[in-house]
């Protein structure tokens, strides 16, 4: 069985990303010790702060219950125009020097809205710059930076263009997390989606888009990052898991499984990650 993850954003529907967003990391961690698998992913948001003697002290307290940290994802505004880019190469910089004191040897940062009067290929060129300088400063520390496919009006949102990105990026540094629920074509990739009433719609299922996608880039994938609604109760309904299981499985991808929950109905994380670990678990056991 591959690696399992827990994403400990997940967790933001008991704690938010207040003042108590660090509980997150600790929720995740007491999860995973208790399901027996073999870590938690973390986000740059859940920090409170990069200093070396804080995230040696939480990485001495994860570590102590017998598991381990995947990787650290970088936070990225969507809505923000390629003039904030700038920025954010400057936050990953200070990431890639801060992820060591924690053990972690990889960071996730996904591409960048189309804005404004921007056009995809503007976007597309800001962003290959972008990367190309993050790879460039993670290379000489010794940190994998994966790219992460991610929709809401960004690029790169579908396999062709992660495939095109990971070409034109000629940099050992550069890897790929594939994400289930964030190609063009996923119900939950563009916020929200919803029934006449206002409430998370059951019905709600992803197009043949995303299954394309999911073939296209599974077999550059060293990262698979699981996506989880649970409109209704039971087995996810809007992302087939069995479809993509058998992509996966076609495509011989052998990496760690990163399980990422965003609630989309009244399933609790709680019950939610569980539940996934359970479902994924048989999935790729059968």
Not at 108 to 113: D, K
Not at 190 to 200: E, K, Q, T, Y
Request: glycine fraction near 10%; charge should be negative.
């Amino acid at each position: 069985m591959h690696p399992i993850y827990l994403q400990a954003l997940s967790f933001h529907d008991l704690f938010g990303t207040g003042e108590a967003k660090e509980e997150c990391v600790h929720a995740a961690a007491d999860m995973a010790t208790e399901l027996g698998i073999a870590g938690i992913d973390i986000e740059d948001r859940l920090l409170k702060s990069f200093e070396p003697r804080y995230l040696q002290e939480l990485a001495h307290q994860v570590e102590g219950r017998g598991i381990q940290f995947g990787y650290c994802g970088l936070i990225v505004d969507f809505r923000a125009p390629v003039s904030s880019i700038e920025d954010e190469i400057d936050r990953a910089k200070k990431l890639i020097d801060a992820v060591p004191h924690l053990g972690i040897t990889s960071i996730r940062v996904p591409g960048n809205g189309v804005v404004g009067d921007q056009t995809v290929e503007s976007t597309w060129a800001a962003v290959r710059d972008k990367f190309g300088q993050i790879c460039e400063y993670a290379g000489q520390a010794g940190v994998t930076v994966f790219l992460h496919n991610h929709n809401h009006g960004s690029t790169p949102s579908t396999g062709a263009e992660v495939t095109r990105m990971l070409d034109e990026i000629d940099n050992d540094a550069l890897s790929y997390v594939l994400d289930t629920g964030q190609f063009q074509g996923s119900p939950g990739a563009g916020g929200r989606v919803s029934s006449p009433d206002g409430s998370a719609s059951p019905e709600s299922s992803a197009s043949p888009e995303l299954y394309e996608s999911i073939e296209t880039c599974a077999h550059r994938a060293k990262i698979v990052r699981a996506k989880f609604y649970f409109a209704v109760p039971g087995n996810e309904q809007w992302l087939d898991y069995p479809r993509i299981v058998r992509i996966l499985k076609n495509a011989a991808f052998s990496g760690p499984i990163s399980i990422v929950y965003e609630p989309r109905g009244d399933v609790p994380s709680t019950e939610a990650l569980p539940a996934a670990v359970r479902y994924l678990t048989d999935l790729f056991d059968t």
